[in-house]
């Protein structure tokens, strides 16, 4: 996962273990915000992750998809 900041400074973020499932997804957002990462506006992925689609609805629900 990567996240870039308004300054342009890409933050990287790596779990393993993951699966593509809805737990997994929050799980892993929630560790993100432990780290810091808030403001999330835009959150792009392959189309075949739905179970990103429904975490990304519950830890961020003011970013788009």
């Keep these: ?3 870039i900041n308004e300054d342009d400074y890409a933050g990287v973020g790596y779990s ?4 593509e499932d809805k737990t997994s997804w ?3 957002f929630k560790w993100l915000k432990g780290r810091g990462l808030d403001g999330v506006k ?3 992925s ?12 519950e830890a961020y629900p003011e970013a788009k998809y």
């Design 42 to 44: 835009l959150v792009v």
């Design 1 to 3: 996962t990567i996240a």
């Design 26 to 28: 929050v799980a892993f």
């Design 16 to 19: 393993r273990g993951i699966k």
């Design 46 to 57: 392959g189309k075949n992750a739905w179970g990103m689609l429904k975490a990304v609805e």
